[in-house]
């Protein structure tokens, strides 16, 4: 009996204890007015690639193509919930709200890179219509949500895609945005998980 009420003294004390992370507690209220504008990237996102009769993708069917994910990016697996069961019924998480933050700014400053060198490439043609909007989602995601902001010093080099009017470049956009696409529904989920703040429970 006093075995057991050891055990069960100790798992109160495990319950009530809060998790600790290394972030700072004011990225929280960053995160919770980050999420509008995350919402509005992934519905710009959305326009663009189901939009009937696209310029940006004339000449070929945008769904039917694969699609491309940055390679070596950490976002999925930083922004994962883990939780570990201790005392039969109690969880406990284990995630980084500083690793996954720092791990959508770096793939949100890739794409911003990205697209706009196939903005200014199609500087001449009516398809850059098509991809300024995506390009005021990110900015403004960026603007009103700290954690994501990027300073101009941090831009990565990128190299020119070339003339993106041509068949196979389009296509390759084609993928890209699908990619993208995929990243900003993790990131919605990421940050409505952050918002909420049931990992610090």
Same mark, same amino acid.
């Given at each position: ?7 069960? %003294? ?9 998790? &600790?992370?290394?972030?700072?507690? #004011?990225?929280? $209220? ?7 504008? $995350? ?37 999925? $697996? ?29 793939? %949100? &400053?890739?794409?911003?890179?990205? %697209? #706009? ?13 098509? +991809?300024?909007?995506? +390009?005021?989602?990110?900015?403004? %995601? ?39 696409? +995929? ?7 990421? +940050?409505?998980?952050?918002? #909420?703040?049931?990992?610090? &429970?």
């Amino acid at each position: 009996t006093t075995c057991l009420m050891m055990v069960a %003294l100790m798992c109160r004390v495990t319950m009530g204890t809060p998790v &600790r992370t290394s972030m700072d507690t #004011a990225s929280v $209220a960053g995160a919770q007015s980050c999420t509008e504008h $995350a919402k509005t990237l992934l519905t710009t996102l959305k326009s663009v690639l189901n939009k009937d009769k696209p310029t940006l993708f004339h000449g070929f069917k945008c769904a039917d193509l694969d699609t491309e994910v940055i390679p070596n990016s950490s976002t999925v $697996a930083a922004c994962q919930p883990y939780e570990d069961t201790t005392c039969s019924d109690q969880r406990r998480s284990s995630f980084n709200e500083t690793d996954c933050l720092a791990s959508m700014r770096e793939d %949100l &400053r890739h794409y911003q890179d990205k %697209l #706009a060198e196939y903005a200014e490439s199609l500087s001449k043609f009516d398809a850059v219509t098509e +991809l300024k909007p995506i +390009l005021i989602s990110v900015r403004d %995601l960026q603007q009103n949500c700290p954690p994501l902001s990027t300073n101009e010093t941090e831009k990565s080099p990128t190299n020119s895609p070339g003339p993106v009017d041509s068949f196979e470049e389009r296509m390759s956009l084609c993928k890209q945005l699908k990619g993208f696409h +995929l990243r900003a529904v993790t990131m919605n989920r990421a +940050l409505g998980y952050v918002s #909420a703040g049931d990992y610090k &429970r």
